[in-house]
């Protein structure tokens, strides 16, 4: 496998990219980031510019439907390096992880019904997420992923775990990626890296 650099937003994302790195045939060297978007967003420029040496691996979330993605990479990555895959999840990794409708169902200990069709066109998957595991048969997910009342948190205790977790054991982005367009692209990007470093 190629060894690549990994940047994420948080550790809950973690897991699901490493399954995409790994399924384009890259192992993750070492993990960046986590420190949310708007960090990430000032630390682009020293990125990219070790992209030029080593292949570079960058996701940030959309966080809304009604932002325009090419404008955003436009914006944030207008020339990156011949090593750097720069990629905008629509609307946040959340979609993506739902977009596996049978392995999330599963996870969630809810009916593969509930899950939404076109999880790309939702606003706020995250949300969506936290409250299919509202309506869980399984204890342990309604406690560890959906807020305790008056928490002020938006996710559970073991939220960031366990959707780590997740990601990394049980979701399959080549199966996700037929309900996510905004998926497909990010594994086309890195098919195509994978192909010409193989091929140098």
């Not at 060894?3 to 993990?31: H, P, Q, R, W, Y």
């Not at 899950?115 to 409250?131: C, T």
């Not at 309506?135 to 960031?160: H, Q």
């Not at 309900?179 to 192909?195: F, G, K």
Request: glycine share 6%; hydrophobic share 40%; net charge positive.
């Amino acid at each position: 496998m190629i060894s690549i650099t990994a940047v994420v937003e948080g550790m809950s994302d973690e897991g699901a990219v490493k399954s995409i790195l790994n399924e384009c045939g890259f192992s993750v060297g070492m993990f960046q980031g986590r420190s949310g978007c708007a960090e990430i967003i000032k630390k682009l420029p020293a990125y990219n510019n070790a992209a030029k040496f080593s292949p570079w691996f960058v996701l940030l979330d959309l966080d809304s439907v009604d932002l325009c993605v090419v404008d955003k990479v436009q914006k944030w990555m207008p020339r990156p390096s011949e090593l750097m895959i720069f990629r905008v999840a629509v609307a946040e990794l959340e979609s993506w992880l739902l977009a596996d409708s049978e392995a999330i169902a599963d996870f969630l200990g809810v009916s593969r019904a509930k899950i939404p069709f076109d999880p790309d066109a939702l606003a706020d998957p995250k949300q969506e997420l936290v409250n299919l595991a509202r309506r869980s048969r399984k204890r342990d997910i309604r406690e560890g992923l959906v807020p305790r009342p008056r928490s002020g948190t938006s996710v559970g205790p073991t939220y960031v775990s366990d959707i780590r977790e997740f990601g990394q054991t049980r979701w399959r982005p080549r199966i996700a990626a037929h309900n996510s367009p905004s998926l497909r692209r990010c594994l086309n990007r890195l098919d195509e890296l994978a192909d010409r470093l193989n091929s140098g």
